[in-house]
């Protein structure tokens, strides 16, 4: 009976184990970029970039169809575009950067499902904006191994500045002359993984597998690294028990998946060892002699 509920699915089916090696890699990749996402403040910011991706999926959409490599293209030069006007804007005018990435979200947003819209059906726009990783092909496995790959390298040669710039930005100013270049590096190692998460869960919910785990973290680890590597780990059990539910119940995989990493951070925020309802309280009485 657990093998056949736990275990089966993989064993038995190709794209269930093609669906796993994609949460694998999206955690991989995911889970230290929304780490520090959570650590600069700036998930709603993430929010907003996820979404700046669909007009450049869109237009890749009206050039080839569903081609993993032409909306993969379309949504990493929109996604960047939209980071470059706004970071362009916030420094030439009074808006802050994550007012103005809000309006070029909303304008994204519109202008991707117009686009789709003019020559798709609702299945293909379905298909863009909520993915279908029960499907993933390898060409897209491949491309979201190679994000998740050169997320990882990409971190370990910024990770001191990026650590720096978390906690003490006037040293990494005084030391270094500012941070820009390691901001707009991390940025755009969010839009490809963003890229790389719309390809299995869609441009609405690729943020999911990102911020969700990075925020339930929080609760249980205090070191940048072990935040880190328990997002991570948490990325892929929410895809893992995701893929469960959805083979075992029916249900949509892609909102299966994000839904768990949603139950784990709720009961993280109840139950952490750190800063959640239980130990500020619940907290455990302390005898003495």
Sequence with gaps: MIYDALIAPFVEYGFM??????????????????????LRRMSLMGDAMSHAILPGAAIGFLIAGLSIWWMSAGGLVAGLSIVLLAAIVSRTTALKEDASLAGFYLISLAAGVLIISLRGSSVDLLHVLFGTILSVTDDALLLIASIATLTLVTLAVIYRPLVIECFDPA??????????????????????????????????????????PAAAA???????????????LLAFLSGLVGLLLSYNFNLPSGPSIVLTAGVIYVGSIALGTRDSLRTRYFPRAHFHD
């Design 218 to 232: 929080r609760f249980w680890a205090g070191e940048v690294w072990s935040l880190a590597a328990l997002s991570t």
């Design 171 to 212: 040293f990494l100013r005084a030391t270094t002359g500012g941070g820009t270049l390691w901001h707009f590096i991390f940025l755009a190692l969010v839009v490809v993984n963003l890229v790389a998460g719309f390809q299995a869960l869609g441009t609405l919910m690729a943020l999911g597998l990102m911020m969700l």
């Design 17 to 38: 184990r093609r669906a796993l090696v994609a949460c694998l890699a999206l955690a991989l990749g995911g889970g230290p970029v929304g780490t520090f996402l959570v």
